[in-house]
C-alpha cells in the first residue's frame, strides 16, 4: 500500500521557523515531481511548492517565495518543506503530494489534477 506521510507540522510564532518532513512507503518517487499544498479552514487546497524528480527544479506559489525552500532525499523517499519567515497566514493544514504525470526531466507539478497520491496532512498554525 503507497502512503505519504507528514510529519513537523505544530505551533509556532510569527517569524518562527518550521521544517516538515515527507516520507513515502509502498513504492519510491524517486522518478515522480513531489509537491506540498496547504489548506486553510473554509478556503480551498492550494499549491505551495513542487519539485522535479531530480530535484534541480523548484516552483513556489509566490506567497512564499524567499521564506520556504522544497528540498528531497532520494536515499531516504523523503521531501521536505523549510518554512521560515513564517506569517499567521500561512496557517493550514499542509499536503504531501506525488505526481504520475511526466513532462520532461525538469517537469514541476503545480495543479492539484497534477498529483496522484496524497498524505493525510500535518497542521500547522502561525500564532501573531
Known amino acids: 500500500q503507497v502512503q505519504l506521510a507528514e510529519s513537523g507540522g505544530g505551533l509556532v510564532q510569527a517569524g518562527g521557523s518550521l521544517r516538515l518532513s515527507c516520507s513515502a512507503s509502498?513504492?519510491?518517487?524517486?522518478?515522480?515531481?513531489m509537491g506540498w499544498f496547504r489548506q486553510a479552514p473554509g478556503k480551498e487546497r492550494e499549491f505551495v511548492a513542487g519539485?522535479?524528480?531530480?530535484?534541480?527544479?523548484?516552483n513556489y506559489t509566490d506567497s512564499v517565495k524567499g521564506r520556504f525552500t522544497i528540498g528531497r532525499d532520494h536515499a531516504k523517499n523523503t521531501v521536505y518543506l523549510q518554512m521560515n519567515s513564517l506569517k499567521p497566514e500561512d496557517t493550514a493544514v499542509y499536503y504531501c503530494?506525488?505526481?504520475?504525470?511526466?513532462?520532461?526531466?525538469?517537469?514541476?507539478?503545480?495543479?492539484?489534477?497534477?498529483?496522484?497520491?496524497w498524505g493525510q496532512g500535518t497542521p500547522v498554525t502561525v500564532s501573531s
Open positions: 503530494a506525488a505526481s504520475l504525470t511526466y513532462s520532461g526531466p525538469y517537469y514541476v507539478a503545480r495543479a492539484l489534477s497534477d498529483y496522484h497520491y
Open positions: 519539485i522535479n524528480w531530480r530535484g534541480e527544479r523548484t
Open positions: 509502498g513504492r519510491t518517487f524517486s522518478s515522480n515531481a
